[in-house]
């Protein structure tokens, strides 16, 4: 057996025939897991002639899904309230104090030509009954139907009604409101133990009521509206233009490629040299690269393209800061910002110098600018980490086509300058705690992981990392048992360093408050029960993340919901668990290659994006950056290819959801139905989002398959066929961040 395994790995040819095979088997086991749990999280659909259960809404943790919607934001309130139920139990509340249509609302996928019942409960406060006016209700958006509303200030009362869908429907929006079309109204209400479910047939004299949406539609059928095909040509024509970018991109890169391997030097030395023949030295290509870089992210960051959702948001926390104290930000956003302190820093200082411009036409942008100057600055820095990592007998042109690959990286470039993410930062961060603990500096190692974790939570994926390292040291390290412990002692110490010198300025006026953890209400430190209202506000398989739980249907689905009697946040976790197994057994495994730590990194990032739950569509990002150390230090084309693979998905994934959130802000802010904005907002199912997924999912799958055979020495063994570039006899032959291998 031995011999053959070893007959195989020798011959090229057919161990290239087995890892295919391998991997087809993969993705093939993938594919099936995916229909099977997606039949399975369908199993429990009734057949013909039994009621199905669409929505059972109690409010009892949370608010099921429901998001908010308003004519007039200015006019209204909302709030979860968990003791105002009808059993003292959770509830929804809608608060007009000027005459406004404002409701809770969510999507319902239903079947065409098919009876359902709608149920709930109203409690309400103040609401006026006068003419043109309509009371609280519980009604389907973009329907003119007569439903039942409640007026004056009347307890609990039972909402019942029956409709059927019309053909080709296969969605309706429901809203729980205060006010209709054309019925503005004040006053407040509450709302509880809604359901929705599909009947087999009607009650006797029942009325029913018809759910088409006929409020965008010109004519009796159900054809798209001339209003969705504009939405729909909006949005073709932005993803044209990504995907034409795209291409471009994808062809420089291949270019650069080509001319670096052209002219690395395999038996010859060649310099740099400019279109007009002038030789060029490694500083000049350098400062090229880094000033046309930085001048891309300048005009992208000043164009209007961006996601207004997050900068908006980002704008409204720093002036808020700014205006009520910076001391008091978790006071004054208490319900409002979700982000650690050392965030509220760089709003504060991007808010404060803002102010300075006041004077300025065009202040807006500048602010804009200065949000994403931060993330940009990062790009730059983690650009010349990687020109360290090189080799020094690396030929100039692989030197600069490294700074290169990430300098105008499309996902890199999309993240920062027009996103406006800190997503560089975090990875700058991660980057530096891996790099110093390699080094066996821990202490700076444990300060630059806990300033990342107060930067953003996902920072704490690394965590699993540095443990393995940690272990590996212990293990396999001759030092004293005394100093290893001292080593983990500085980890320690460097992370509470981190954690704790940001918080200081709020420390003192937030001090300790109430928190529901485990069903349990807890009284524990502010930080802490900001981290936990952090995960716990985005509680669903998937967030935008085109990812596995995408492929099966549950973007911004509840993770409650349940597979085989078991949650998909069990499910999500059991995966990262695995995820986090797998890697531990291999990074104890391999053996002098200083690039597996950053492979190992960089899988566990994009593993846990591609299969965790709650998982926003740019976690993985961190995972771009450990490829991109991972080709360098190897310099095998295996990891240059990853890298490629998932900077191009990537790109393809961040623009996909930029641009749907753009679409669907602007659709809301122009006074559009939510059934029209809602597929942009909440990224519905497409085929062109289902390939970005499946790319991206079979993506995290290679990259972990390869990991595990690099750490087994089954390839990665230096050859002529694998190395990307030669490498040249040099005095200085070492990169000031390079590892001894």
Same mark, same amino acid.
């Given at each position: ?35 099977? @749990? ?9 057949k ?59 999507? @319902? ?102 759910f ?18 504009l ?6 024509d ?10 471009? %991109? ?39 690269i ?31 800061? %700014?205006?009520?104290?910076?001391t ?42 200065? @949000? ?11 650009? %010349?980490?990687?020109?360290k ?8 042109e ?25 997503d ?12 110093y ?62 954690? %704790? ?17 485990f ?43 349940e ?21 531990w ?64 998905f990537?790109?393809l ?14 659709l ?15 990224v ?29 020495n ?10 990307i ?17």
């Amino acid at each position: 057996m031995n011999k053959l395994i070893e007959k195989v790995i020798n011959n090229k040819k057919i161990f290239i025939i087995v890892i295919c095979v391998l991997c087809l088997i993969i993705v093939g086991s993938s594919v099936g897991i995916v229909f099977l @749990l997606k039949n399975a999280s369908e199993s429990a659909a009734p057949k013909t002639g039994e009621d199905k259960i669409i929505l059972t809404a109690d409010f009892d943790k949370d608010d099921c899904g429901f998001v908010t919607s308003a004519w007039d934001n200015d006019n209204t309130t909302f709030g979860y309230t968990p003791i105002d139920g009808r059993e003292n139990s959770g509830c929804l509340r809608v608060s007009n104090f000027g005459k406004n249509d404002a409701r809770y609302e969510i999507s @319902l996928d239903v079947e065409e030509n098919s009876y359902y019942k709608i149920s709930g409960w109203i409690k309400t406060e103040g609401i006026e009954e006068t003419e043109n006016v309509r009371g609280a209700n519980i009604s389907i958006l973009n329907n003119f139907e007569e439903y039942e509303f409640v007026y004056g200030t009347q307890d609990w009362t039972y909402i019942e009604y029956y409709g059927q869908t019309a053909k080709n429907q296969s969605s309706l929006a429901l809203a729980l409101r205060v006010g209709f079309y054309s019925g503005d109204n004040v006053g407040t209400a509450w709302f509880d133990d809604v359901a929705v479910s599909q009947v087999s047939k009607l009650p006797e004299d029942a009325v029913c009521l018809d759910f088409k949406e006929t409020l965008n539609s010109s004519s009796g059928d159900t054809e798209e509206s001339d209003e969705f095909a504009l939405d729909e040509n909006f949005y073709n024509d932005l993803t044209k233009v990504v995907v034409i970018l795209s291409v471009f %991109v994808l062809l420089a890169f291949v270019i650069a490629y080509r001319f670096a391997r052209a002219y690395d030097g395999f038996g010859r030395k060649k310099p740099l040299s400019t279109p007009c023949g002038e030789k060029m030295s490694v500083a000049k290509a350098l400062i090229a690269i880094f000033t046309i870089g930085v001048i891309v992210r300048i005009v992208l960051a000043l164009t209007p393209l961006q996601c207004s959702v997050d900068v908006n948001i980002f704008k409204y926390w720093g002036d808020q800061i %700014v205006a009520g104290g910076f001391t008091e930000t978790y006071n004054t956003l208490r319900d409002s910002i979700d982000y650690p302190p050392l965030y509220v820093y760089v709003l504060f200082l991007a808010s404060s110098i803002k102010d300075l411009f006041g004077w300025f036409a065009y202040q807006g942008i500048i602010y804009s600018f200065l @949000l994403k100057l931060t993330p940009i600055i990062a790009d730059c820095i983690i650009g %010349v980490m990687l020109y360290k990592f090189c080799d020094k007998k690396m030929s100039p042109e692989w030197r600069a086509f490294a700074v290169a690959s990430w300098m105008f990286n499309p996902i890199v470039i999309i993240d920062s300058a027009v996103w406006g993410q800190v997503d560089s930062v975090l990875t700058l961060f991660v980057l530096l705690t891996l790099y110093y603990g390699l080094k066996k500096k821990f202490f700076v190692s444990g300060l630059w992981f806990g300033l990342g974790v107060m930067l953003k939570p996902q920072a704490i994926i690394i965590s699993p990392i540095i443990f393995f390292m940690l272990l590996k040291y212990f293990i396999e390290e001759k030092d004293a048992v005394a100093k290893k412990a001292a080593c983990l002692g500085y980890t320690v110490l460097g992370f509470i360093t981190g954690t %704790v010198v940001p918080c200081l300025p709020f420390m003192f006026k937030m001090g300790s408050v109430q928190t529901e953890l485990f069903s349990k209400t807890f009284n524990v430190p502010w930080i802490l029960s900001l981290f936990i209202g952090t995960a716990n506000h985005y509680s669903y398989a998937s967030v935008n993340s085109l990812n596995f739980w995408y492929l099966l249907g549950k973007n911004w689905v509840k993770d409650s919901e349940e597979i085989w009697n078991i949650s998909l946040l069990t499910w999500g976790m059991a995966a990262i668990v695995i995820i986090c197994v797998i890697i531990w057994v291999f990074y104890l495994k391999y053996r002098n290659k200083n690039y597996m730590p950053y492979v190992f990194a960089g899988v566990l990032y994009l593993c846990v994006t591609m299969f965790g739950p709650r998982m926003h569509e740019r976690y993985f990002f961190p995972a771009v950056a450990f490829f991109a150390v991972a080709y360098i230090l190897s310099n095998n084309r295996i990891w240059l290819w990853i890298y490629t693979a998932l900077s191009a998905f990537g790109f393809l994934t961040v623009a996909e959801v930029l641009l749907d959130l753009e679409v669907g802000r602007y659709l809301e802010d122009t006074g559009a139905e939510y059934s029209r904005y809602a597929h942009y907002l909440w990224v519905g199912v497409s085929t062109y989002r289902n390939f970005i997924a499946i790319a991206m999912v079979f993506t995290a799958i290679a990259a972990v398959t390869l990991a595990i055979l690099f750490a087994l020495n089954v390839i990665g063994k230096d050859s002529d066929s694998d190395v990307i570039w030669k490498l040249h006899e040099s005095k200085d032959n070492k990169g000031e961040l390079s590892h001894e291998k």
